[in-house]
T-cell receptor, first 115, second 113 residues
Framework: GESVGLHLPTLSVQEGDNSIINCAYS??????FIWYKQESGKGPQFIID?????DKRQGQRVTVLLNKTVKHLSLQIAATQPGDSAVYFC??????????????FGTGTRLKVLA | KAGVTQTPRYLIKTRGQQVTLSCSPI?????VSWYQQTPGQGLQFLFE???????NKGNFPGRFSGRQFSNSRSEMNVSTLELGDSALYLC????????????FGQGTRLTVV
């Protein structure tokens, strides 16, 4: 399959355990954040998003936490399954006063689920 | 509802040539963004088009250009190809410009030899 990144940090988690993937973002003015999942040979897939006026947002088995004080974003996956094995990216949307936007992506974390 | 379609899936070109990649967004989506993904640099934003106008541009040289048609389909062109242009090129579509959920295609794998 396609190689997303050869030297990504890797998180290995036992099947059934919870996973926490962390991301530090760069711009305190960023107002919108997304987590993507990318499986081998596929494009990134939207998982969950959060706006800067929120601290926490929950989806199905996933929770995103936003700490604006330290510019940190985390993705929690409950009861991790083999199908969760993938590379996970965070993305920040750097809004500007001109109304134009630009996504900046993190380098990604590879999640390996151990049976 | 069909997803984002990118063509071709794989492409091999020679240094100095030019290449055109195509992206058809999800029906009804008017925003298309292009990204370059490499193992060394990760995912980097190239540009975004909305209603046939380029709204945002990343930090890539002028050899990288794009356009969007009235049906929202977009093309990306790279001229005078270099070995370092070898990458997975992804496009993403969204209903509105970039502050909303974006859906990605599977990408075009470009290899420059």
């Amino acid at each position: 399959g396609e190689s997303v990144g050869l030297h990504l940090p890797t998180l290995s988690v036992q099947e059934g355990d919870n996973s926490i993937i962390n991301c530090a973002y760069s711009n305190s003015a960023s107002d919108y954040f997304i987590w993507y999942k990318q499986e081998s040979g596929k494009g990134p897939q939207f998982i969950i998003d959060i706006r800067s006026n929120m601290d926490k947002r929950q989806g199905q088995r996933v929770t995103v936490l936003l700490n604006k004080t330290v510019k940190h974003l985390s993705l929690q996956i409950a009861a991790t399954q083999p199908g969760d094995s993938a590379v996970y990216f965070c993305a920040e949307n750097m809004g500007s006063t001109s109304g134009t936007y630009k996504y900046i992506f993190g380098t990604g974390t590879r999640l390996k689920v151990l049976a | 509802k069909a997803g984002v379609t990118q063509t071709p899936r794989y492409l091999i070109k020679t240094r100095g040539q030019q290449v055109t990649l195509s992206c058809s967004p999800i029906s009804g989506h008017r925003s298309v963004s292009w990204y370059q993904q490499t193992p060394g640099q990760g995912l980097q934003f190239l540009f975004e088009y909305f209603s046939e106008t380029q709204r945002n541009k990343g930090n890539f040289p002028g050899r990288f250009s794009g356009r969007q048609f009235s049906n929202s389909r977009s093309e990306m062109n790279v001229s005078t190809l270099e070995l370092g242009d070898s990458a997975l090129y992804l496009c993403a579509s969204s209903a509105r410009p970039m502050n909303t959920e974006a859906f990605f295609g599977q990408g075009t794998r470009l290899t420059v030899v």
